[in-house]
């Protein structure tokens, strides 16, 4: 049984004729008494009561007229649908970041918003670390880490330029200093982030190098309370821009610049090689790229070639 056989079907139906029906449609009698037949075949029943002259239905043809209605509306119904979701009236886009990355993803948000006001958005959150992985179990279609994963697999787009900032409260000893040293940090207090990540390593590795103690006295979940704690006096902290540049405008906290910890850092836009993106996900990414444009610098827009 297929849907055009239906519409013929039902154009007799509605018709009571034969030849009737074939005007409607746009076709030769025979050509209409054939697919009739066909779909007689294949519901094993008469539908049409050849002998009537008003082309009355059969039992059968009256409960298959219903069922067919139906079918032809959920085929309209599904047709819409994928109209709405091409012109972003309807659709939802899937999206992954830890705590740091979703920061970017504020202004672009609220950009898509602007864009896609029907598109429903969710950000889910999770190590970056793990995203490359969902991608893969197309738990999602995109996600922003700060790192490059496998060009073979995934496709990457850069979109924006953090730095580290060494951060303190106001009220701290070192606020007033226009910079210092790594070696004059040996005595500090660090509130550390205890989430294991390639940057907590270099961190390390850098005090280290420098032979210089690392006192992580405190450490914290999120990055929400490191720059509350060190807000309220407590120590310092070395924490990505992107999450503090708000407190460094209100003068909630000050940053202090360290020469021997400028580390740049590029968040990315990733998803897989083989994806067929939505539409929403690519009207997404034409937001990026008007975002990048409008804005400029931290925010660009740089597609990264595989063996690049």
Do not use: W
């Given at each position: 049984?297929?849907?055009?056989?239906?519409?013929?079907?039902?154009?007799?139906?509605?018709?009571?004729?034969?030849?009737?029906?074939?005007?409607?449609?746009?076709?030769t009698?025979?050509a209409?008494?054939q697919v009739?037949?066909?779909?007689?075949?294949?519901v094993?029943?008469?539908?049409?009561?050849r002998?009537?002259?008003?082309?009355?239905?059969?039992?059968s043809?009256?409960?298959?007229?219903?069922y067919?209605?139906r079918?032809?509306a959920?085929?309209?119904?599904a047709?819409?649908a994928l109209?709405?979701?091409?012109?972003?009236?309807?659709?939802?886009?899937?999206l992954?970041?830890n705590?740091?990355?979703?920061?970017?993803?504020l202004?672009?948000?609220d950009?898509?918003?602007?864009?896609?006001?029907?598109?429903?958005?969710?950000?889910?959150?999770?190590?970056?670390s793990?995203?490359p992985?969902?991608?893969?179990?197309?738990?999602?279609?995109?996600?922003v880490i700060s790192f490059?994963p496998?060009p073979?697999?995934?496709?990457?787009?850069?979109?924006?330029?953090d730095?580290?900032?060494?951060?303190v409260?106001?009220?701290?000893?070192?606020?007033?200093?226009p910079?210092?040293?790594i070696?004059?940090l040996?005595?500090?207090n660090?509130?550390?982030?205890?989430?294991?990540?390639?940057?907590?390593r270099?961190?390390?590795e850098?005090?280290?190098?420098?032979?210089?103690?690392?006192?992580?006295?405190?450490?914290?979940p999120?990055?929400?309370a490191?720059?509350?704690?060190?807000?309220?006096?407590?120590?310092?902290?070395?924490?990505p821009?992107?999450s503090?540049?708000?407190?460094?405008?209100?003068?909630?906290?000050?940053r202090?610049?360290?020469?021997?910890?400028e580390?740049?850092r590029?968040?990315?836009?990733?998803?897989?090689?083989?994806?067929?993106?939505?539409?929403?996900?690519?009207?997404?990414?034409?937001?990026?790229?008007s975002?990048?444009?409008?804005?400029?610098?931290?925010?660009?827009?740089?597609v990264e070639?595989?063996?690049?």
């Amino acid at each position: 049984m297929e849907l055009n056989q239906l519409e013929t079907f039902l154009a007799v139906a509605e018709e009571k004729s034969f030849s009737r029906a074939a005007i409607r449609l746009h076709r030769t009698q025979p050509a209409v008494s054939q697919v009739i037949r066909k779909l007689e075949e294949a519901v094993g029943e008469t539908l049409f009561d050849r002998a009537a002259r008003d082309g009355s239905m059969t039992a059968s043809g009256v409960l298959l007229r219903d069922y067919a209605q139906r079918l032809l509306a959920l085929r309209r119904e599904a047709s819409s649908a994928l109209d709405e979701l091409k012109n972003l009236e309807r659709g939802r886009l899937q999206l992954a970041a830890n705590e740091y990355t979703c920061m970017y993803l504020l202004p672009a948000i609220d950009a898509f918003r602007h864009v896609a006001p029907h598109v429903s958005v969710t950000v889910n959150r999770m190590l970056a670390s793990r995203i490359p992985d969902e991608l893969n179990l197309r738990t999602f279609e995109l996600g922003v880490i700060s790192f490059r994963p496998d060009p073979e697999q995934f496709r990457t787009i850069a979109v924006y330029g953090d730095s580290l900032d060494f951060i303190v409260s106001p009220n701290h000893p070192l606020a007033h200093s226009p910079r210092v040293s790594i070696n004059d940090l040996g005595n500090q207090n660090f509130i550390a982030h205890n989430v294991a990540s390639p940057l907590r390593r270099r961190v390390i590795e850098t005090f280290q190098r420098y032979r210089t103690p690392l006192n992580m006295g405190i450490e914290l979940p999120t990055i929400e309370a490191i720059k509350r704690f060190v807000a309220m006096g407590n120590g310092v902290a070395l924490v990505p821009h992107i999450s503090v540049a708000r407190e460094l405008e209100m003068g909630e906290l000050k940053r202090i610049p360290v020469d021997e910890l400028e580390i740049k850092r590029i968040l990315r836009l990733v998803y897989r090689r083989q994806a067929s993106l939505s539409y929403a996900a690519t009207a997404f990414l034409r937001t990026l790229r008007s975002l990048a444009k409008q804005q400029g610098p931290p925010f660009y827009y740089h597609v990264e070639r595989a063996g690049g």
